[in-house]
């Protein structure tokens, strides 16, 4: 059978699901389906107005709207091809390597080259396609603002094609040359080498702000710093260099130059194309072979031949005795679920990049010294890494608490069928994770709170709030995984339900991360009110005595109270009543 | 028509197939036993074309499934003992796609399948979601699915994981059946009474090498063991266990 056959066949089959898909969306609640529609469009309008607003304002300097404009497109498309890549990687290694579908496919009788191509174009479909919904408001912000033609809308989506093509096509090639040729074993050790050598860096870097950071900032000044810093992102080499720039060719009416710049793009897209469909002749079914047969792969270094169990396991075990009221049932699922969760590659590798990410985040914290001195700016700031760090939590209990009750999956009856039920599997799974959101997060705010010299009072105030959050988001993100699962069904292990992110995506995953939103918002509304009343009541010079934040820690506490109570209530009730 | 010229896997240190050369002739039903962990899942995606091979090679009906894997694949069939299903289709439409897949035309497909569902007892599930139904039913359309191109050799694992008896006699019925027009079976169990029913000859492997291979008859001599299979089976890897034990 010839490729194009092949792919007729499958996209005639994926086109049926993808519609019976839609059509069971009846049968879901119709509040929960008018909630996640309300967010889509809600998303879509908040976001416009909140970058027209900024546009516009931008706009009252004259000169500096352009350059602030244009430069924050290079940026967003630098980052953006960045979490392309990555994005590309992880899903490839899912949908190339460990899909039951794949393996199905290469029994039949097409080309291995055949299988990868339309497995290559599932994961850049997958990887991306969350890049046209977040970026749409932007992208419609931009035109407004610089008053560009309804056709400007049609060349951007253009652009957008080749431009996803080259992170997929490098996320393709950066996995197939990591299976085919890298044991997970040492996979993992590189992985972890270079994110300890991060961290060494980042701890290097890591001081709070010197006294020339403290002073206020002239417009001019904080221009250099921002054109400065973001650099980077204005190399000519890079694609998201040639995407900007043709938009913004586009924008002002230089024809000639955008379609320049859309050429680069799209010629640098065939060229990653062919080299990575070309590589994969070669790399993807040996690749597929190793990855599903290297139980013993030697390599023949010794150093890395070595078997490497990062954490021990036996210390682990030795680590949960330390805390002797554990009774052995929950020690055990604690035990089995961080074991799970190290052995699959495709977890902790997102988990790794995840913290690169928040490391990124923490050492770009001290470019934002605009107007230090001024009060109402410290405690804006502060306010808005109270409101980052929240959302990265909700991100990271979304990614990764969420899925925890699905990916019990078919083995579900053995750990209810224990005398102790699924009732403490569950509480177990809220405990694990909001101990480990704690831990994670409470560092985070008070080493990011330092670094920006936020009071002590203040920055007791945030740890406080985001400790109570972690177990609030907790409570939803378990809560609503158990109340809404998406199981694998069957002997025939539902494309689904052995994939994590693609659990997330479903209809549970996304209801869970707005409920997530909702909730930072009145956590974080909450706290900023009082500050900003305070603020307000001393013409926004002096900050004064804010006592209303401590009405707001008692609301934030009893809000967490109820977001970890209500859904988890709910949640042992049901598996309470669970038919295995 | 299955031909295995000193296949051999080897994971490091590991040798889960070693060196196993078998020449299974055109309608001959084999059943290739062996303990858990004897490598039979392996020597299986190595004839699948899953895997591999760490060296030696294997042919399809005179395609090598590593040099010529499209032509080999034509002709095969292989079930594994966790097959694959797309959840969101009917059963109809699935043998439809499956049927397309192999080069079928549309009509050809609908009669064959109509003839699959009405051995498989499949009838009255053809246009249900394949997600509501049950383990069985889905092997049974598996297995059904498998058959639609009108294969010349299956590979089997597992096949009776989940069926009930009647539908555990209709798929031996009809693997027979296949077996006796000229199609040559590979079936890998674990249940030895299913060897002893159907299998022309039987393979046995223990740590990666066949140890005997033969009708059952043969192998019984073989064993010195004039009862059932089992004992037959359990005397020959016992054997082989003490032999490697004493190994140096």
């Known amino acids: ?580 | 028509m299955i031909v295995m010229e000193h296949l051999t896997k080897s994971y490091g240190g590991l040798m889960a197939v070693n060196d196993l050369s078998l020449n299974i002739p055109q309608g001959q039903f084999f059943a290739f036993l062996g303990p858990n962990g004897a490598g039979k899942t392996t020597t299986i995606k190595l004839l699948a074309g899953l895997l591999k091979p760490t060296s030696g090679r294997a042919l399809i009906g005179g395609h090598d499934i590593q040099k010529d894997p499209v032509e080999a694949r034509r002709i095969l069939s292989f079930i594994p003992d966790m097959p694959f299903l797309y959840d969101k289709l009917e059963p109809m439409e699935f043998m439809l796609f499956v049927g397309q897949l192999y080069g079928m035309e549309r009509a050809e497909v609908a009669r064959a399948s109509d003839e699959l569902f009405d051995v498989f007892g499949l009838d009255e599930v053809r246009h249900q979601i394949i997600e509501n139904l049950s383990h069985g039913t889905r092997q049974r359309l598996v297995i059904a699915s498998a058959l639609l191109h009108q294969p010349k050799v299956i590979i089997i694992d597992e096949p009776m994981v989940g069926l009930d008896p009647r539908s555990a006699r209709v798929v031996k019925n009809v693997l027979k059946e296949r077996s006796r027009a000229g199609v040559t079976v590979f079936l890998s169990t674990h249940i030895l009474h299913i060897a002893e029913e159907l299998a022309d000859q039987v393979g046995i492997l223990n740590r990666g090498r066949l140890i005997a291979v033969g009708t059952i008859d043969e192998l019984r001599e073989v064993s010195g063991e004039k009862g059932e299979l089992e004992d037959a089976f359990l005397a020959l890897t016992r054997a082989q266990e003490e032999t490697t034990a004493k190994t140096p």
């Not at chain 1, 792919?7 to 969306?25: D, E, K, S, T």
């Not at chain 1, 000169?63 to 490839?92: C, E, K």
């Not at chain 1, 396609?129 to 560009?148: D, E, H, I, K, T």
Request: charged content about 10%; some cysteine; hydrophobic content about 55%.
């Open chain 1, 1 to 580: 059978m010839n490729g194009l056959t092949f792919f007729r066949l499958l996209a005639g089959v994926n086109a049926r699901i993808i519609r019976r898909n839609i059509l069971a969306l009846r049968e879901k609640s119709f509040l929960m389906v008018s909630v996640i529609t309300l967010f889509v469009v809600g998303y879509w309008f908040a976001g416009y107005a909140v970058f027209y607003m900024g546009f516009h304002r931008l706009a009252e300097v004259p000169g500096l709207q352009v350059i602030v404009l244009d430069r924050m497109l290079y940026l967003f498309f630098a980052f953006l091809f960045l979490m392309l890549v990555f994005s590309n990687m992880i899903i490839g290694y899912s949908t190339l390597f460990k899909s039951q579908e794949t393996q199905w496919m290469l029994t039949l009788p097409v080309r291995s080259l055949d299988v990868f191509r339309w497995k290559l174009l599932e994961t850049t479909l997958l990887a991306s396609w969350a890049f046209l919904f977040l970026s749409a408001p932007l992208m419609a912000a931009y035109g407004n603002a610089r008053q560009v033609s309804p056709s400007f809308y049609l060349k951007v989506f253009l652009l957008f094609v080749p431009f996803t093509i080259i992170p997929a096509a490098l996320g393709s090639i950066g996995i197939l040359t990591v299976t085919r040729y890298l044991h997970r074993r040492v996979f993992k050790c590189a992985l972890f080498g270079i994110s300890a050598v991060g961290i060494v860096c980042g701890v290097a870097f890591l001081k709070p702000m010197q006294a020339e950071d403290l002073e206020p900032a002239q417009m001019v000044a904080s221009l250099q710093q921002l054109l400065h810093h973001s650099h980077m992102a204005v190399q000519p080499m890079l694609p998201s260099y040639w995407v900007a720039s043709s938009m913004i060719a586009w924008g002002e009416g230089s024809t000639g130059q955008g379609v320049f710049y859309f050429l680069v793009l799209l010629s640098n897209a065939m060229m990653a194309m062919l080299l990575c469909v070309t590589l994969s002749r070669h790399l993807y079914y040996d690749g597929w072979s190793r990855n599903h047969g290297q139980g013993d792969f030697q390599l023949g270094v010794p150093l890395l031949d070595k078997e490497i169990n990062l954490p021990r396991m036996a210390l682990l075990e030795r680590i949960m005795n330390l805390w002797p009221r554990l009774d052995h049932a929950t020690r055990a699922l604690m035990i089995k679920d961080i074991r799970v969760f190290w052995r699959d590659t495709s977890q902790w590798s997102q988990f790794v990049i995840f913290f690169g990410l928040l490391g990124l985040y923490v050492l770009n914290l001290r470019s934002v010294a605009y107007d230090w001195n001024n009060e109402y700016w410290a405690s804006f700031v502060s306010f808005l890494n109270l409101g980052a760090s929240s959302m990265t939590l909700a991100t990271l209990t979304t990614r990764f608490v969420f899925p925890q009750f699905s990916l019990e999956g078919k083995r579900l009856w053995m750990v209810g069928m224990v005398p102790y039920g699924l009732k403490r599997v569950l509480l177990e799974k809220f405990w694990l994770s909001s101990v480990c959101s704690a831990a994670i997060t409470v560092p985070l705010m008070l080493t990011s709170s330092w670094m920006l010299r936020i009071p002590g009072w203040l920055t007791l105030l945030f740890g406080s709030t985001v400790a109570v959050m972690s177990f609030g988001l907790c409570g939803i993100a378990v809560g609503i995984g158990a109340l809404f699962p998406n199981f694998s069904s069957g002997s025939t292990a539902n494309r689904r339900g052995d994939n994590p992110a693609r659990i997330v995506s479903g209809f549970g995953g996304t209801f869970c991360f707005i409920l997530s939103l909702v909730y930072i918002m009145l956590c974080v509304g909450s706290e900023v009110l009082p500050m900003y009343s305070s603020f307000a009541a001393n013409g926004f010079t002096d900050r004064g005595q804010p006592w209303g934040l401590v009405f707001s820690w008692i609301f934030v506490s009893l809000l967490s109270l109820a977001a970890t109570a209500i859904p988890m209530s709910l949640a042992l009730k049901k598996v309470e009543s669970l038919e295995i």
